[in-house]
């Protein structure tokens, strides 16, 4: 049996990979230009702290759609591996930008596994 929330986890942690790559040089433009702006003395806000929410929220959408396919696939007794490792690295990301290494390699293999959806093993 397929589940539908498990492809869409899926396909979400491929995008969040593509996000996860571009992060870090997305939030240091961001910075840079903000330093830049602000030594002019025109900045009324945070250019890299709007650029930053955008991450966490897309993670913590895939953080959600992970814990809800943990519990769903346990009962359809499908394998629970790419949730446990969708969690991790989305958690991970979440605790800091500074992870973004080990959930980039995290949710390429959360997404492999959760795309595959094999029957749990007895």
């Not at 397929?2 to 870090?24: F, H, M, P, Q, Y």
């Not at 991450?55 to 953080?63: P, V």
């Amino acid at each position: 049996m397929k589940l539908k929330i498990n492809t869409v986890a899926g396909i979400l942690d491929i995008i969040n990979v593509l996000l996860v790559a571009g992060s870090w040089i997305i939030v240091l433009i961001g910075a840079i230009s903000e330093s830049t702006v602000k030594s002019n003395g025109t900045i009324t806000g945070s250019a890299s702290g709007g650029v930053s929410v955008f991450f966490y929220i897309m993670l913590g959408l895939g953080l959600i759609l992970h814990i809800i396919g943990l519990i769903q696939s346990k009962k359809a007794d499908i394998s629970i591996t790419g949730h446990v490792l969708g969690i991790i690295g989305s958690a991970l990301f979440l605790v800091s930008m500074i992870f973004a290494l080990p959930t980039f390699i995290l949710l390429i293999i959360a997404a492999v596994f959760t795309l595959k959806q094999a029957p749990a093993k007895k």
